[in-house]
């Protein structure tokens, strides 16, 4: 019973994985930030996080959003690689690529208080 559980998870983790890489080579296009290492994880609480090192994380619920949210949080992360801040340079750098990102924003709250 444990090992099937685990090995499920396992497999939503890979489709996150692919997700998030596929995703994010695409939008870095635009950006062209030194990405490190992306891992996903199983957090409660945040769908993402970035460190000073470049890494970038991902919660592998990421699956479960419509494409829109999850680019923004895969946006939303990258753009910390560029501003570890959520100054107004940081948002500027979001609406390159997500203009209406304020929106989105708001309609991830919400899913986020529904996942948990
Ligand atoms: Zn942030």
Redo the contacts with the bound molecule.
């Keep these: 019973m444990k090992i099937a559980r685990r090995r499920f998870t396992t497999q939503k983790r890979e489709m996150a994985r692919t997700l998030v890489e596929n995703r994010l080579s695409y939008i870095n296009k635009f950006y062209n930030f030194k990405i490190n290492r992306i891992a996903i994880k199983n957090t409660v609480t945040r769908w993402g996080s ?1 460190s000073s090192k470049g890494n970038l994380n991902f919660n592998y619920k990421i699956i479960y959003l419509k494409p829109e949210l999850a680019d923004y949080l895969i946006v ?2 990258l753009c ?1 690689l560029g501003e570890l801040n ?1 100054s107004k340079r940081f948002w500027a750098l979001v609406s390159k690529t997500i203009p209406d990102y304020q929106k989105i924003n708001k309609e991830l709250r919400r899913v986020h208080i529904k996942l948990i």
């Design positions: 970035c939303h992360e910390h959520h």
